[in-house]
């Protein structure tokens, strides 16, 4: 709906106390950042605040969903000096329709802001790589995303891969249980040789047309807490694990599969 400039003008009568996840884009009129703010502000019967006079803060403003979506201009927004720097108790987000396929994925905004995710969705977005900016993690200017549990990507279609095999990431993935990777047909594998997946337990992988295994042995064998696996529509796959290509033959075992 590109020309939405709101929801409902008559606000104050509406009463959403039950409201957990609210998910609106490709609105490009519609400031969503402020129009939860005000439905927050009204539901607290506080009439009299006008956002453009005051410090908006995204913690104490927007605290009636579970779930944060963010576009990539709400991101512009919320890095701009008039916002408050407290999503850090935020416990899910989703990061949607980046389509500029210019565009990074902002790996040091999550880094900055939400020091508490333990959900990330990321879908219907251009980026090529995930958590790929270098110095973030081993220089240890700011926590690592360790409370990490699941992690979702959905509609990647230039997604050519996660995470680099040489890339201190591990205090990142240490921490994740579930991992879902859908629809994203650029990505021809999955774990690097190296993972540090010990702790995944659910891993989902849907309509990703362009994988042809999902890692070598030496990779897969470290996913030994795995209890659920689900792959759906992946035409190029002609096995799951690949060998390492040195001629070591690997043990691998699901014992909670």
């Given at each position: ?40 502000k ?34 512009q ?55 790929l ?15 990490l ?14 995470w ?94």
């Amino acid at each position: 709906m590109p020309q939405l400039r709101n929801f409902y003008p008559d606000l104050l009568t509406l009463n959403w106390p039950f409201l957990k996840e609210l998910q609106v884009t490709h609105c490009d009129k519609l400031n969503m950042l402020s129009f939860l703010a005000s439905m927050n502000k009204w539901a607290r019967r506080d009439n009299q605040h006008d956002l453009s006079d005051e410090h908006f803060s995204v913690e104490k403003d927007i605290p009636i969903l579970e779930r944060l979506l963010l576009v990539d201009k709400d991101i512009q927004m919320i890095k701009s000096e008039n916002f408050s720097n407290d999503t850090g108790k935020r416990e899910a987000l989703t990061l949607a329709c980046f389509h500029d396929e210019r565009t990074i994925f902002p790996s040091r905004f999550l880094l900055q802001r939400f020091h508490n995710l333990k959900s990330l969705e990321v879908f219907r977005s251009s980026f090529q790589d995930v958590f790929l900016d270098e110095g973030l993690v081993d220089e240890g200017k700011h926590p690592a995303l360790e409370n990490l549990r699941e992690l979702k990507l959905s509609k990647l279609h230039n997604l050519k891969r996660v995470w680099r095999e040489d890339y201190l990431i591990k205090k990142i993935l240490q921490s994740i249980d579930k991992f879902e990777v859908w629809d994203c047909p650029g990505l021809t594998t999955l774990f690097p040789a190296v993972t540090f997946f010990q702790n995944l337990t659910e891993l989902v992988v849907k309509n990703s047309s362009g994988l042809v295994h999902l890692g070598t042995a030496l990779a897969i064998a470290n996913l030994m807490n795995l209890t659920d696996m689900t792959i759906i529509g992946c035409e190029r796959m002609k096995e799951v694990v690949t060998s390492n290509g040195k001629g070591e033959e690997k043990v691998i075992s699901f014992g909670m599969l």
